[in-house]
């Protein structure tokens, strides 16, 4: 069983679906359980939410997005077509 502390330091793992599987149930079961922990899910849910909705989008230029994924090591032979 998680406590507290535990469900604060890994709420946004959650919210962001990166939990790890082992650590699912436990978080789940504390925050059934935990009205102060439920609270913090869901005003951090409703905040990422608004954020990700109200937050302008935009693009790197695509020369800048072509030299960051080629200083990559990892990309360097696999560059999409942007």
Known sequence: M???REVRE???LFVDNEMAADL???F???VAKCPG???KMDYT???LWLVRERCVRC???RDLRTRILTSLPHR???IPEL
Request: aromatic letters at 4%.
């Open 2 to 4: 998680m406590d507290c």
């Open 10 to 12: 890994t709420l946004f």
């Open 24 to 26: 699912l149930t436990p």
């Open 28 to 30: 789940r079961d504390h």
């Open 37 to 39: 922990c439920a609270q």
């Open 45 to 47: 849910r409703k905040l």
């Open 59 to 61: 693009a790197a230029p």
């Open 76 to 78: 360097r032979n696999s």
